[in-house]
């Protein structure tokens, strides 16, 4: 059975098991753990929730999504070619 | 070349140098797309249109974490394609696991008598977690994929969501409750495939 608790509450063991209150927010939830079965029990499913998603597999990617120029619509630079090679050229080929 | 440099020169056009930024995040931006898509082929595309984006809006970057302008990225990709499906739903046939393969009598679609004890494996508990965050608003799902998959600071989290902590908290906080309520469904996979040693 899944036991229901406020938004609020809720809000508060999610922070509290992240570090996230402040001494006096934090003296308080412990306080209410002692003698509240139900905020523990909830407590502890989150935990469990957060582990359960913590412990999933970091995936790595499954091929490498490099771009090339055509992806991103680029020209790679081509070599420059100065002006007057191709009469120099077709002046040694006479 | 450290990163700063490479931006640098991605920000010039320097394809090559955009490309070792593209080997450093792919991970983690393949890891983002497929746990809030929840299939393979969206999460290639959506990865690969994220360094296109990228690539595009570099000058945009204004410095910062490269790691939280990637996810925000990212993120919007993946709102895109969800808006997509939505106008255009699609069924999968079967339900895959992390690496692509087919679940065969996934948990929450099989007759929980015919499953021996021993088939319970640590890929069904996978599938179930994902399945899951599957059912959590887009919202939850991307915040609880940055804090608790990617490993992100709340700040972090704040700073690619582009809200205020408050709604960072909020949305974990509920995020966390939908899925403590939807695991209880298959609690006796938790105790032995979740070790709560070391955990705050």
């Keep these: 059975m899944v036991m229901r608790i406020s938004e609020r509450d809720l809000e508060v063991l999610s922070n509290y098991l992240d570090g996230q209150l402040t001494t006096g927010e934090r003296a308080r939830l412990e306080a209410r753990l002692q003698t509240e079965l139900?905020?523990?029990?909830?407590?502890?499913?989150?935990?469990?929730?957060?582990?359960?998603?913590?412990?999933?597999?970091?995936l790595r990617a499954p091929r490498n999504y490099t771009l090339t120029p055509k992806m991103v619509g680029v020209r790679r630079q081509s070599p420059r070619i100065y002006p007057g090679f191709f009469s120099i050229c077709s002046s040694s080929n006479r | 070349m450290d990163e700063t440099a490479l931006i640098?020169?991605?920000?010039?056009?320097?394809?090559?140098?955009?490309?070792?930024?593209?080997?450093?995040?792919?991970?983690?931006?393949?890891?983002?797309?497929?746990?809030?898509?929840?299939?393979?082929?969206?999460?290639?595309?959506?990865?690969?249109?994220?360094?296109?984006?990228?690539?595009?809006?570099?000058?945009?970057?204004?410095?910062?974490?490269?790691?939280?302008?990637?996810?925000r990225i990212v993120t919007n990709t993946c709102y895109d394609e969800l808006r997509r499906r939505k106008r255009?739903?699609?069924?999968p046939l079967e339900p895959m696991d992390d690496t692509g393969e087919e679940i065969e009598s996934p948990r929450?679609?099989?007759?929980?008598?015919a499953l021996p004890e021993e088939r319970v494996e640590r890929t069904e508990l996978r599938g179930a977690i994902q399945h899951c965050l599957e059912q959590l608003p887009l919202e939850f799902k991307v915040i609880v994929t940055l804090i608790d998959i990617q490993g992100m600071d709340y700040t972090e989290a704040a700073i690619v969501i582009d809200k205020p902590l408050g709604t960072v908290k909020s949305r974990l906080a509920r995020a966390r409750g939908r899925l403590r309520e939807c695991l209880q469904d298959f609690r006796e996979l938790l105790p032995t495939a979740v070790r709560l040693d070391n955990e705050a």
């Design chain 2, 88 to 91: 255009r739903p699609t069924t």
């Design chain 2, 8 to 71: 640098h020169s991605a920000r010039g056009g320097d394809l090559d140098a955009f490309n070792r930024l593209v080997l450093a995040y792919q991970d983690i931006i393949y890891n983002q797309a497929y746990r809030v898509l929840g299939d393979n082929q969206a999460a290639d595309d959506a990865t690969q249109e994220t360094f296109i984006s990228a690539f595009h809006n570099i000058r945009s970057f204004r410095g910062g974490s490269l790691r939280a302008w990637l996810l």
């Design chain 2, 108 to 113: 929450w679609i099989a007759d929980e008598a």
């Design chain 1, 38 to 58: 139900e905020l523990r029990t909830v407590l502890e499913q989150i935990r469990q929730t957060r582990a359960a998603v913590r412990n999933l597999p970091f």
